[in-house]
């Protein structure tokens, strides 16, 4: 399926990361909310401008907002897990603005192909990601405190995103603002500024905003929450914030 040639076309937004565990699929859920929110339709009949797409088989995205009542999902979404010809559609339809793509992680299927080899391999995971990616306007990749998720990280930018002229945003994720807390003399927060260096060391756009670690975003798919629903005060205000202020970054960065 050659590129979408539409310059009218939804703007596809993609969580990408090699290793599970990210944060791929709450910020994906999360940004959808937002960037509905935003963008409700013209009448209540109409389709959302928004979509999300679930293409991870493990199904974290469509689970999700199945537990979030109708009324309070601004986003239609769909779910490939990994079936062919849908994105592209999507991407097609007039109604739809916006869609945010969450990604299963992948390893490369042959241990073997040459190092530039494109990793991505020939298997149907593989063409179900090359379809997103052909699609893709701008891939949002996760950076956490841990260091084992790292070189997963520099490895889908370096050999996924960058090869195919991806334009991409990192997102540090699962900050821990309470145990990290401002140095006194210079106001730096150590941990945070590691991650910064660490895209700065490599020429890594990253958004300005980290999304903190706050316990509510582990609970809000169980409890059917999104976002835009946690309470407007104390730690929720604040893991609200963050979203909101990378949901600018990332329109700033379309
Ligand atoms: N900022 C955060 N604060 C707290 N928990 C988070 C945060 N981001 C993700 N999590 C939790 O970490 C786990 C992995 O996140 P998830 O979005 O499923 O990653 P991925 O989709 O990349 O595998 C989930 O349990 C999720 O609720
Ligand atoms: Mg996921």
Redesign the pocket.
């Known amino acids: 399926m050659p590129p979408a040639q539409n310059a009218d076309r939804a703007k596809v937004i993609t ?1 990408i ?1 090699r ?11 999360n940004l959808a909310a937002v960037s509905g929110e935003n963008n409700p339709p013209a009448s209540p009949d109409d389709p959302c401008p928004v979509a999300a797409a679930g293409t ?1 088989p ?1 199904g ?1 995205l469509e689970d999700w907002a199945a537990r979030v009542p109708e009324a309070r999902l601004p986003f239609d979404y769909i779910i490939t897990k990994g079936r062919l010809g849908e994105i592209p559609e999507l991407v097609q339809d007039p109604a739809v603005r916006r869609l945010y793509v ?1 990604t ?2 992948f390893m490369e299927t042959d241990p073997d192909a040459d190092l530039d080899a494109d990793p991505l391999g020939t298997g149907p995971a593989a063409k179900a990601m090359e379809e997103v990616l052909e699609h893709t306007d701008l891939a949002l990749v ?1 950076l ?1 405190p841990d260091w084992l998720t790292h070189r997963p990280a520099e490895f889908t930018i370096e050999r996924i995103l960058k090869p195919r002229g991806i334009k991409f945003l990192v997102v540090v ?3 821990d603002s309470g145990s990290d807390r401002p140095d006194k003399d210079t106001g730096l927060c150590k941990e945070l500024e590691e991650l910064r260096d660490w895209c700065r060391q490599r020429e890594y756009p990253f958004a300005a905003q980290a ?11 169980k409890e059917g929450l999104t976002v835009i629903d946690y309470a407007e005060s104390g730690t929720a205000l604040r ?1 609200r914030e ?1 979203v909101y202020k990378l949901a600018l970054a990332v329109e700033q960065a379309l």
Do not use: C, E, F
């Open positions: 969580l990361h290793k599970g565990g990210a944060g791929k699929s709450t910020i994906a859920v991870d493990q974290s969450d299963p992680g996760p956490t994720n699962m900050w999304i903190r670690r706050y316990k509510i975003h582990a609970k809000a798919p893991a963050d």
